[in-house]
């Protein structure tokens, strides 16, 4: 256990749970947000504007361009991962990322279950048939860590193989760092409340309803249980190599922007503009190691 895992969530002793009913977390300081706040409240009183969104939007996207050529020219090999609960924003932050960049260069993964041959195979073998060869951005929309979460918690894997993810991850992801691929981890939260009005809204928009699956629907009295998976997940999955990065998405557009300034911001690309390219904004997104808060570490469900 390293200081920086001194912290974690609301499942041990300190919890830092906010409020119920605090709408927002301005008043807040970074250096005190836990992962309670981030998810159960957007990060400001008053959202974003359309207009100043799109205008930061674009900035950041023609960033993105930027850095995919260097990518394209250097050789360089990105692989960004986006889990978060059912409903976080994920696939729509996915778009943002990608809707302008060289789709010979870039690609986005979101694998189906496992068919019979996969379910025979070593767990992450499936996965390393998607990683980016030199020049390539891979986007995964969920990825190998579907086992520290749905599976888990609806009974997709057994308490073995569970474990033994948790003792292989932490190599595996060292392994494609160590061999010059540049990782990334994303953890988008949603509030309970945001959670079911976005389930909601997929439930009875035709254009949405094939976002709101079976799985969905089974996992909406599981809250609980998705919270001790993913405290344990961030918890034991989180290293120096291949930290876990914590978004607030309770307002998506900031959820976007802060996201993709992140990235662009943590690789020296040429031709950058520091000021588009800045640190992002601490209040929307943080270092797991940083929001979790407690004095002991949440065991694995199996455990």
């Known amino acids: 256990m390293t200081k920086d895992h001194e ?23 970074a250096a005190d947000l836990t992962i309670a706040h981030m998810e159960g409240a957007r990060t400001y009183q008053d959202k974003i504007s359309n207009k100043d969104y799109l205008e930061e939007l674009r900035d950041l996207q023609v960033e993105l361009l930027k850095l995919q050529r260097w990518v394209k020219e250097s050789g360089e090999k990105i692989v960004v991962l986006y889990e978060g609960r059912d409903a976080a924003g994920k696939g729509g932050s996915i778009r943002r990322f990608t809707e302008n960049l060289n789709p010979r260069g870039a690609r986005t993964v979101a694998l189906t279950k496992p068919n019979d041959t996969e379910r025979g195979q070593w767990y992450f073998q499936r996965y390393v048939a998607h990683l980016p060869t030199v020049g390539e951005i891979v986007f995964f929309d969920r990825s190998w860590y579907n086992r520290a979460g749905v599976e888990i918690v609806m009974g997709f894997c057994t308490p073995q193989e569970y474990g033994e993810f948790f003792r292989q991850a932490p190599g595996f992801e060292r392994s494609l760092v160590e061999s010059g691929t540049h ?3 994303y953890w988008f939260t949603v509030s309970r409340e945001n959670q079911l009005a976005r389930f909601e809204r997929r439930k009875t928009d035709p254009l949405r309803q094939w976002k709101f699956s079976p799985v969905d629907e089974a996992s909406l009295g599981k809250w609980d249980e998705y919270t001790r998976a ?6 034991h999955t989180d290293s120096p190599a291949s930290p876990w990065i914590v978004v607030n998405s309770n307002e998506k557009k900031r959820a976007r922007l802060e996201s993709i300034r992140h990235l662009v911001h943590s690789l020296d690309y040429e031709h950058k503009d520091h000021k588009v390219a800045r640190p992002p904004d601490p209040k929307v997104l943080q270092p797991a190691a940083h929001v979790m808060t407690v004095n002991t570490v949440p065991p694995m469900l199996a455990e």
């Open 7 to 29: 912290r974690i969530s609301e499942n041990g002793v300190d919890t830092g749970m906010v409020p119920a009913a605090a709408p927002h977390n301005e008043g807040v300081d």
């Open 183 to 185: 990782l990334f981890k």
């Open 230 to 235: 993913r405290d344990a997940m961030l918890i």
